[in-house]
Nanobody, 127 residues
Framework: QVQLVESGGRLVQAGDSLRLSCAAS????????MGWFRQAPGKAREFVSH????????NYSDSVKGRFTISRDNDKEMLYLQMNDLKPEDTAVYYC????????????????????WGQGTQVTVSS
């Protein structure tokens, strides 16, 4: 099993920056690709970003491309999401997730493509 714990979410103003962190424990996530998703009230959970095991392959949703940066530190078992120029529409609960490539049943942009999830951290962007 893999345990994931997100942190760093809070209330900010539009245009501000925020860095989310995700700490992993249990089985090492060094062999898992990782992702960030978010879920706004009344909406489905949506893909934000994905990073490969080595960090060499990174993907973003169109809505955050150019503003958000995903990174990972495998030695520290940490995943990060640097969010710049935040907008009110970025308001959501943000989740990190681990993707076991050997067991993945869906593409990395799909919720079903991930085996382990954190409990989420709330990001609220006021206008």
């Amino acid at each position: 099993q893999v345990q994931l714990v997100e942190s760093g979410g809070r209330l900010v103003q539009a245009g501000d920056s925020l860095r989310l962190s995700c700490a992993a424990s249990g089985r090492t996530v060094s062999y898992f690709s990782m992702g960030w998703f978010r879920q706004a009230p009344g909406k489905a959970r949506e893909f934000v970003s994905h990073i490969s095991v080595s960090g060499g392959n990174i993907n973003y949703s169109d809505s955050v491309k150019g503003r958000f940066t995903i990174s990972r530190d495998n030695d520290k078992e940490m995943l990060y999401l640097q969010m710049n120029d935040l907008k009110p529409e970025d308001t959501a609960v943000y989740y990190c997730a681990a993707r076991d490539l050997a067991a993945a049943r869906a593409p990395f942009r799909d919720v079903a493509g991930y085996s382990f999830w954190g409990q989420g951290t709330q990001v609220t962007v006021s206008s």
